[in-house]
């Protein structure tokens, strides 16, 4: 709504007015205190506390191309990256609606650190249902809960039968989160003794034994150093690799107590991935918002934004959007974590309706960002404009194949007609 020639005007400063005073609500107006405990709304509160901080360490980040040390290491303080380890550890062992929190709360100052922080959750969380040693290689050292993990399920990689354990050899993409872990969990094919492929697994391979391809030049995400993580010939012991198909039903190698560790394996792992949208949809609405006293729509009447009928509506539809995006979020949650205390395991039916919503949620911030892009104007696509940014790095996370919305809604539909066997094609693994 504003003209290329009011561009310029926008770059003094906007990268840290993420939010003006008057819109920048608590944690609990914004999101359901419910199922968060204390400990963990303190980790969510220094997170907020650095949102500045973190908007710009997100610009730094994107010419560094991975997350800068300093906001890493600051990051790390508050205990975000840690919360799905276990107690014994240190950790929290956080429930589902918790570790959406956490992420969401770092996506609303910076997408890219958010998205991190999705994926080193996920390598805890996982680490936390393997062998106790495995574990124990990993927390038991000096690093503790400090040490963390990537982790690509993709299984781009070939392994050989040795006494003890496997030889991995493979590359595997997107390595998110691999420039500041020291372990990872990579995909690996699981072999019966005629060299023939029966099932897929996870293997944690420290980062020393890896090398890194530096591919990762794209158009959003770009702090995510989202390298190839490649091995040759590494030796990975028994303990330390994870049978995919046993996890998937439920059959977990680790013997932690805690709830989150009973909880359907796929659709806990795709949550941790959909904070961050939230978080960045938040950030966006804000912006938006905070922006619209001071800004014009060129070639009318108004000389503020605010004033406007039409943008009064567009911001209500994407606060409508934004709300449901988060009721829906927080009900998958509280659904995978609450059937866990009833000792139910979800079955594939009910795990698909659990993507597809994840894939929907996903969908209504892509397009909730894309109608305020307009809304704002064309000065939010300056390279100045946290905006820009946000928009970018939203579109290329929502790509990410386990939150895809229409492969989510295909099997989904499936199931609906009653054709599961059909939706299993589509989506294998759920």
Same mark, same amino acid.
């Given at each position: ?41 303190? #980790? ?27 906001? *890493? ?15 014994? *550890? ?8 918790? &570790? ?16 991190? &922080? ?7 969380? #996982? ?99 989202? #390298? ?7 030796? #990975? ?179 609906? &007609? ?13």
């Amino acid at each position: 709504m504003t003209s290329l020639h009011s561009l310029d005007d926008e770059r003094a400063g906007n990268e840290l007015e993420i939010v003006s005073d008057q819109c920048r609500p608590r944690r609990s107006h914004l999101m359901s205190d419910a199922g968060i405990r204390p400990e963990v709304a303190a #980790v969510i509160d220094r997170i907020d506390d650095m949102r500045a901080a973190l908007a710009a360490g997100g610009r730094a980040g994107e010419d560094l191309r991975r997350i800068p040390d300093e906001m *890493f290491s600051a990051v790390a303080k508050t205990g975000a990256f840690s919360v799905s380890a276990p107690t014994k *550890f240190g950790g929290l062992a956080a429930n589902t609606r918790e &570790c959406n929190a956490v992420a969401r709360a770092i996506g609303r100052g910076d997408g890219g650190t958010a998205w991190v &922080c999705g994926i080193l959750d996920s390598g805890a969380w #996982v680490l936390s249902l393997m062998s106790e040693q495995a574990q124990q290689d990993v927390w038991g050292g000096e690093g503790g809960v400090d040490s963390f993990i990537s982790i690509v399920l993709a299984t781009t990689s070939d392994t050989e039968q040795v006494p003890g354990g496997l030889k991995v050899t493979g590359r595997w993409a997107y390595g998110t989160g691999s420039r500041h872990a020291g372990w990872s969990l990579l995909g690996i094919p699981l072999k019966n003794d005629a060299g023939e492929v029966v099932d897929a697994g996870l293997a944690l391979i420290p980062t020393t034994d890896l090398t890194l391809e530096d591919n990762w030049f794209v158009a959003g995400m770009k702090s995510t150093g989202s #390298v190839i993580q490649v091995a040759e010939n590494v030796f #990975v012991p028994d303990h330390r690799i994870l049978p995919l198909t046993a996890a998937v039903d439920g059959q977990h190698l680790g013997d932690n107590p805690e709830q989150t560790y009973q909880t359907v394996f796929v659709p806990s792992l795709f949550m941790k991935l959909v904070g961050p949208h939230l978080g960045m949809g938040r950030a966006a609405l804000d912006f938006v918002i905070a922006k619209a006293d001071t800004k014009a729509i060129a070639y009318t009447g108004y000389e503020k934004q605010s004033d406007s009928a039409s943008f009064q509506v567009q911001i209500a539809k994407a606060a409508l959007q934004l709300d449901a995006a988060e009721r829906v979020a927080e009900e998958v949650a509280d659904q995978i974590y609450d059937a866990a205390e009833r000792g139910y395991y979800a079955p594939y039916a009910e795990r698909i309706e659990m993507r597809a919503k994840a894939g929907w949620v996903v969908e209504t911030i892509t397009t909730m960002i894309h109608e305020l892009m307009t809304a704002h104007g064309s000065a939010g696509f300056a390279e100045a404009s946290v905006l820009q940014r946000i928009w970018r790095d939203q579109a290329t996370a929502s790509r990410h194949g386990h939150t895809l919305g229409m492969s989510g809604y295909e099997a989904y539909g499936k199931v609906l &007609c009653g054709r599961e066997e059909e939706a299993r094609f589509v989506l294998p693994i759920v």
